[in-house]
């Protein structure tokens, strides 16, 4: 079992940064896929970004060029940087790990971008 702890959200004016972070304890293998998946009200979840143990990397156009995924493997933590945000963004984010046929999901943070 795989256990996520998500921390970082909040409320933020558009225009402005967060920082979430995602730290994943229990049995971790050392091939995984660790990302953010968001899902704002009356929609359905969708993929922010991913990334490999190796560091490669798969992000959606809406947020490339604004949001930065990475991870320290040695601390099974992911990151996600998001700048520039907007309103759009407003969305429960959720931390995912993929191994082997196994997929954990964290309980989701919220973030806001509002004036």
């Known amino acids: 079992q795989v256990q996520l702890a998500e921390s970082g959200g909040g409320l933020v004016q558009p225009g402005g940064s967060l920082r979430l972070s995602c730290t994943a304890s229990?049995?971790?293998?050392?091939?995984?896929?660790m990302g953010w998946y968001r899902q704002a009200p009356a929609k359905q979840r969708e993929l922010v970004a991913t990334?490999?143990?190796?560091?490669?990397?798969n992000s959606a156009d809406s947020v490339k060029g604004r949001f930065t995924i990475s991870r320290d493997n040695a601390k099974n933590t992911v990151y996600l940087q998001m700048n520039s945000l907007k309103p759009e963004d407003t969305a429960v984010y959720y931390c995912?790990?993929?191994?082997?046929?196994?997929?954990?999901w964290g309980q989701g943070t919220q973030v806001t971008v509002s004036s």
């Open positions: 990334i490999t143990t190796g560091g490669n990397t």
């Open positions: 229990g049995t971790i293998f050392g091939n995984n896929v």
């Open positions: 995912n790990v993929r191994q082997l046929l196994d997929n954990y």
